[in-house]
């Protein structure tokens, strides 16, 4: 991503949506032009609520939030309470926003600053492809006016998270995500065989909490949460994964994997056990991965785990620059 390129996060905001949210607010040479909401981690109107109070913290309500899909193409939606609390962030209790989500709805928010912005925007999905999903069907057009997708989602050598074989994006929609990795755009795919890897420990809160940033404080007093539900559902150890903020960092070129192939992927979408998982073709992985025909999805297969040092570092910063600002 060049610095004048607009970016459109789209989310399900969600713990590391939020942090990630508040990771791109953190640079002021970001062009953040909107964000727009999915049913996933939580509905789609409590997950704008959310975005809403995280641009409360960073004194962006200039950016616009736009609701979108409350369920999958199929109409089915399965929330996740048990991850991100009731709230969506971690039942901390926040008070409600202030302000209100734009009444454009999400995928022709998208639509119109595409064409708004031909060649030039990026897009960054954070949640179920829902959204860019109807996005595409609203206007076939679409990817071709698009600079850029990236992507968190899916789990190549890597096992699901929701399922053994899926994760959690991608299998809230299976036919929206087969339909985005197939529009004929340019995307990095950032799965969790790199989020799993790049992990915030408890020594990462505390410095969070310790920092004299507001912003800082709120990122670590939704982290508690996240960090008890990974204790005590995946690592045994108080971290847990930085998902979305990995995929942010990647999207605007701040991590560079070490490993990105370009490789044919497709997303299962029958109804047996493998639905949601993501099939890359890795069998060149002993050859260099030469490049294959047709291929316009570049795969993060590894990073090489310092980021969470780097998120913690950026948002301890945030809230000083911020106020400066104000
Ligand atoms: C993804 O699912 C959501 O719970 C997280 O916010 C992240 O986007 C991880 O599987
Ligand atoms: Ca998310």
Redo the contacts with the bound molecule.
């Keep these: 991503m060049t610095p004048n390129d607009p970016l459109l996060v789209d989310c399900?905001t969600?713990?590391?949506?939020a942090l990630a949210l508040l990771y791109l607010l953190a640079d002021p040479g970001i062009d953040l032009r909107a964000i727009t909401t999915v049913f996933?981690?939580t509905s789609a109107e409590i997950a704008a609520s959310n975005t809403l109070r995280v641009l409360e913290h960073a004194g962006r309500l200039d950016i616009p939030t736009a609701i979108g899909a409350d369920s999958s193409l199929r109409g089915t939606a399965q929330l996740?309470p048990h991850?991100?609390g009731d709230d969506g962030l971690g039942n901390t209790g926040l008070p409600c926003p202030v302000a209100s989500p734009t009444t454009e709805p999400a995928a022709e928010l998208i639509v119109r600053l595409a064409r708004e912005n031909p060649g030039r925007l990026h897009l960054l999905a954070?949640?179920p492809l829902t959204n860019l999903a109807t996005a595409v069907l609203l206007d076939p057009e679409l990817p071709g006016l698009v600079k850029h997708v990236t992507i968190?989602?899916g789990a190549v050598h890597h096992p699901g998270?929701v399922t053994p074989a899926a994760?959690?994006?991608i299998a809230n929609d299976p036919e929206a995500a087969r339909l985005v990795l197939r529009a004929g755009w340019d995307v990095t795919l950032v799965p969790?065989d790199v989020?799993m890897t790049e992990v915030l420990t408890e020594d990462h809160r505390r410095r969070m909490l310790a920092g004299d940033a507001p912003t800082s404080r709120f990122a670590a007093e939704i982290l508690e949460h996240y960090l008890d539900v990974y204790q005590r559902d995946v690592f045994g150890a108080r971290q847990a994964?930085c998902?979305?903020p990995l995929a942010a960092a990647i999207a605007i070129g701040e991590v560079c994997p070490v490993l990105a192939p370009i490789v044919a992927v497709d997303v299962d979408t029958t109804d047996g056990p493998a639905r949601g998982k993501t099939i890359a073709d890795t069998r060149g992985q002993y050859r260099g991965f030469p490049a294959q025909h047709g291929s316009r999805v570049r795969v993060a297969l590894r990073t090489d785990g310092t980021f969470a040092d780097r998120l913690v570092q950026r948002l301890c910063g945030f809230s000083s620059r911020c106020l400066d600002i104000a």
């Design positions: 399900d969600g713990i590391d949506d996933g981690n996740a991850v991100h954070m949640g968190m989602g998270n994760e959690a994006n969790l989020t994964a998902h979305d």
